[in-house]
């Protein structure tokens, strides 16, 4: 079956400072979201992306559905932005479900 | 407008006991979705809904699972004869269906736990 694959799986950093987080997926696929699930088990969308460049305030998403991965940027780091972030993707040919990644885990410290 | 609205948020329940989750998508959604989040794992997917019929039941775990919803509204997730096993959060989506084109938001969860 189809591989999500994130990295790295944990990353601290101290507040202020920037990150990438990397999905690479095995199959094509028909559509990718990142969501950030905060510390009291929340599921946020923050990216609905099949492809191209998204931003959102601090956060950006680039998806290259053609070279099968998909880059969350967060700017200026916030200890708020604690917490898991996952890529999801939806295949191609089965439309039916999203397929999680196994999450990068985000710690900002003050 | 509200989101996916899931209840009760928390349930502890004895091993053997059946229980029962509550799903209310946003209003307009027909599609809805299952999934499953263990501890420290990401989420499984369990099952989908388009209206009221369940095109992809692929992912309940064994048979003590069942899914029923009522038209494009309310769905239940039944777990018979619980087990410590599935002792879980489980997440329900929605979104307005179009073979994937549109984005899947999530509710809060029921976090499940058997003693």
Request: hydrophobic share 30%.
């Amino acid at each position: 079956g189809i591989q999500v694959e994130q990295s790295p799986p944990d990353l601290i950093l101290q507040e202020g400072a920037n990150s990438t987080l990397r999905c690479n997926f095995s199959d094509s696929v028909n559509n990718l979201q990142w969501f950030h699930q905060n510390p009291w088990g929340q599921l946020i969308n923050l990216f609905y992306i099949p492809s191209g460049t998204k931003q959102n305030g601090r956060l950006s998403a680039t998806t290259v559905a053609t070279e099968r991965y998909s880059l969350l940027y967060i700017s200026s780091s916030q200890t708020t932005d604690s917490g898991v972030y996952f890529c999801a993707v939806l295949l191609s040919y089965n439309t039916d479900k999203l397929i999680f990644g196994t999450g990068t885990r985000l710690q900002v410290f003050p | 407008g509200a989101g996916v609205s899931q209840s009760p948020s928390n349930k502890v329940t004895e091993k053997g006991k059946d229980v029962e989750l509550r799903c209310d998508p946003i209003s307009g959604h027909t599609a809805l979705y299952w999934y499953r989040q263990r501890l420290g794992q990401g989420l499984e997917f369990l099952i989908y809904f388009q209206g009221n019929s369940a095109p992809d039941k692929s992912g309940l775990p064994s048979d003590r699972f069942s899914a029923e919803r009522t038209g494009e509204s309310v769905s239940t997730l039944t777990i018979q004869r619980t087990q410590q096993e599935d002792s879980a959060v489980y997440l329900c989506a929605s979104s307005l269906f179009d073979r994937g084109s549109q984005p899947q938001h999530f509710g809060d969860g029921t976090r499940l736990s058997i003693l």
